[in-house]
């Protein structure tokens, strides 16, 4: 197998580009990669300073590399969500990372610094795990990068996730969210801008870039993710790419191009008014991450009891929107 380049000996295929790379030229192209999708998609601008949520798997710690690599001023943002030993492991992977290259990481852990863990939080609230999750990464991020004066927070969401994300959003015609599912959501109102650079490489391309630029990253997939249909649209996806290489590229990118527009005022606007209790943007007088921290601290004292009731979930599947 030789590399599409210069033909020297390849190390990876890549079907969807019908091409081959060896080490030089794959990094090479991550790198273009996701210039390209900055470029055509006016993530950022040269000298941006951008923060980085990290969460120590391949895709965050990949972009934030890349980022550097571009140029970029880049500093990181870790959560902590008290999900046992991945979060355990998962922190140590990007304190790893960080200190090795000394780079400025931020960390906000949600058990020490609002008194609730992920999954009792998300039981005590009613709701599913991703979906507190979620609500109180955006909650986080947004805060950490407006207080921090940060140009943008840039997420590791890669072509796969984009592509299932819009699967599932198409399947069940979540017009909402399809009117924000963008690589590009400016500020408004308060909220920061969010950007998506990885958006034109999949998952094994940046396990790849990771292996080759020895960035050493956690492996295992967070323990609540299970059954979620997220991942069974990634299986379905992957399923049609193996018959059909370029099938995700040509959805997500096709939808960027001829569907999005269609569906950004569904998107609506977001209410001006700021939480009684925090400052953060609102739709109500409180926000819903001081709702949820409200519901999942005030069960915390009767945790045993709440982990013996019976409880109804509300809210959606991970990943769905922004
Ligand atoms: S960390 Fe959080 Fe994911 Fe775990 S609880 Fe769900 S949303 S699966 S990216
Ligand atoms: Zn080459
Ligand atoms: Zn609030």
Not at 123 to 137: E, I
Not at 237 to 256: I, M, Q, R, S, V
Request: proline share 4%.
């Amino acid at each position: 197998m030789k590399c599409t380049v210069c033909r020297g000996p390849a190390i990876i295929d890549i079907r969807r580009h019908n091409a081959k790379f060896c080490s030089e030229h794959f990094l090479k192209l991550c790198r273009d990669q996701v210039a390209k999708a900055i470029k055509e998609f006016s993530l950022l601008e040269a000298g941006d300073r951008v923060l980085v949520a990290v969460s120590g798997g391949k895709d965050s710690l990949g972009l934030w590399d890349l980022l550097l690599d571009l140029g970029y001023q880049a500093d990181g943002l870790y959560l902590g969500l008290g999900i046992g030993d991945y979060s355990d492991s998962s922190g140590e992977y990007t304190r790893a990372f960080a200190s090795s290259r000394g780079l400025n990481l931020i960390e906000i852990d949600i058990p020490d610094d609002y008194g609730f863990d992920i999954p009792n939080g998300a039981k005590a609230a009613r709701r599913v795990p991703c979906s507190a999750c979620g609500l109180s990464k955006r909650h986080l991020f947004d805060k950490a990068a407006i207080d921090g004066n940060y140009d943008a927070v840039a997420t590791g969401h890669n072509l796969d996730d984009e592509a299932a994300v819009l699967f599932g959003n198409v399947l069940h015609w979540h017009e909402e969210y399809l009117g924000r599912q963008h690589p590009l959501l400016p500020a408004r109102n308060g909220f920061p801008k969010k950007v998506k650079p990885l958006v034109r490489l999949g998952e094994r391309e940046m396990a790849a870039y990771c292996l080759l630029r020895g960035i050493d990253y956690i492996v295992e997939e967070c323990p609540m993710a299970d059954g979620n249909r997220h991942l069974r649209y990634k299986a379905v996806l992957n399923e049609l790419e193996l018959t059909t290489p370029g099938a995700k590229a040509d959805f997500f990118f096709g939808f960027l191009a001829r569907g999005a527009d269609h569906f950004a005022v569904a998107a609506g606007e977001d209410t001006l008014r700021f939480c009684d209790r925090c400052g953060a943007p609102s739709s109500g007088e409180i926000c819903a991450f001081c709702r949820l921290t409200e519901r999942a601290t005030a069960s915390t004292q009767s945790a045993n009891s709440a982990q013996s009731t019976p409880v109804t979930f509300v809210g959606r599947d991970r990943h769905v929107s922004q």
